[in-house]
Antibody, heavy 120, light 110 residues
Framework: EVQVLESGGGLVQPGGSLRLSCAASGFTFSTSPMTWVRQAPGEGLQWVSSITGGGDATYYIESVKGRFTISRDNSKNTLFLQMTGLGAEDTAIYYC?????????????WGQGTLVTVSS | QSVLTQPPSVSAAPGQKVTISCSGTASNIGNSDVSWYQQLPGAAPKLLIYGNNKRPSGIPDRFSGSKSGTSATLGITGLQAGDEAVYSCGAWDNSLSAGVFGGGTKLTVL
């Protein structure tokens, strides 16, 4: 059974940092692109970042470039999102998803999300 | 404002059919596979349609997807109360080198 489970969310002050993790199981992690999607309170889905299976290519939404870093540890089947310089606009539920949007399979498995709240 | 355009809401009676549109451009829908996601209240999104018109295992054939040019459509027939959810389309945008979603369409089953 495919599972992805996020962790690491919480309350952080403006300008602070947070590292999200996503533990994956039930599929060949090292060959699967992975994606972070966020959803601000009451808003729609927003694609944040994707990484290829081997980690050799990464992509980001413009608003997080230079502040967020996506990475993966294929030996531990874990995806990460390092977030720095956080602002109120980054407050959202962050979902980890298997796959890549626009790729043939879409985002076929999603975690339950982890809430990030940026507030003083 | 979302890159892909969807109607904010649609509604129909139980048993009826509804379609949800997703409009984009040549840089996204025109050159990308489109996928659709269902988000029930309080739940994580779930893949409904991938590759423009394919259904994952377990998704009933009441749900269908199509794409023509720079637009895509999700169709739902035989509406049930349990279909009340927000439906979002997604694609890759070659110009932005980024993924894009529609703003989401809230389906109400009257």
């Amino acid at each position: 059974e495919v599972q992805v489970l996020e962790s690491g969310g919480g309350l952080v002050q403006p300008g602070g940092s947070l590292r999200l993790s996503c533990a994956a199981s039930g599929f060949t992690f090292s060959t699967s692109p992975m994606t972070w999607v966020r959803q601000a309170p009451g808003e729609g889905l927003q694609w944040v970042s994707s990484i290829t299976g081997g980690g050799d290519a990464t992509y980001y939404i413009e608003s997080v470039k230079g502040r967020f870093t996506i990475s993966r540890d294929n030996s531990k089947n874990t995806l990460f999102l390092q977030m720095t310089g956080l602002g109120a606009e980054d407050t959202a539920i962050y979902y980890c998803a298997k796959g890549g949007i626009g790729r043939p399979g879409g985002l076929d498995y999603w975690g339950q999300g982890t809430l990030v709240t940026v507030s003083s | 404002q979302s890159v892909l355009t969807q109607p904010p809401s649609v509604s129909a009676a139980p048993g009826q059919k509804v379609t949800i549109s997703c409009s984009g451009t040549a840089s996204n829908i025109g050159n990308s596979d489109v996928s659709w996601y269902q988000q029930l209240p309080g739940a994580a999104p779930k893949l409904l349609i991938y590759g423009n018109n394919k259904r994952p295992s377990g998704i009933p054939d009441r749900f269908s997807g199509s794409k023509s040019g720079t637009s895509a459509t999700l169709g739902i027939t035989g509406l049930q109360a349990g279909d009340e959810a927000v439906y979002s389309c997604g694609a890759w945008d070659n110009s932005l080198s980024a993924g894009v979603f529609g703003g989401g369409t809230k389906l109400t089953v009257l």
